[in-house]
């Protein structure tokens, strides 16, 4: 196996703006908008960012009645840091995690 398949995954802390839909009164869906949520993921890019369900989960426990959050996404990152090497996800799995 060679060095790079055996290693991990890198682990990332985001800084992220949000956008996200809610039903009000009349029923009629409000966008709202919400800078600077963090979080943590091994998902490199955006759009990776968007389709990991844990991610998302994480994304509507810090926006404002969350729970009623529609079609919630992330459309900036403001920070992409390193963190660490996953020791348990392998980097030549992330394909089959993320896509």
Do not use: C, W
Not at 48 to 59: E, G, T
Not at 73 to 98: C, G, M, T, V, W
């Amino acid at each position: 196996m060679k060095k790079s398949e055996e290693a991990g995954q890198p682990i990332y802390h985001y800084v992220v703006d949000v956008v996200y839909q809610k039903k009000g009164r009349a029923k009629v869906p409000t966008t709202y908008k919400q800078f600077g949520l963090q979080l943590v993921s091994r998902a490199k890019t955006l759009a990776h960012l968007n389709r990991n369900s844990a991610v998302i989960d994480a994304m509507k426990a810090q926006v404002q009645g969350g729970h009623l959050a529609m079609n919630l996404r992330a459309f900036n990152i403001k920070e992409q840091k390193h963190l660490s090497d996953s020791f348990h996800h392998r980097e030549k799995d992330y394909p089959n995690e993320f896509s």
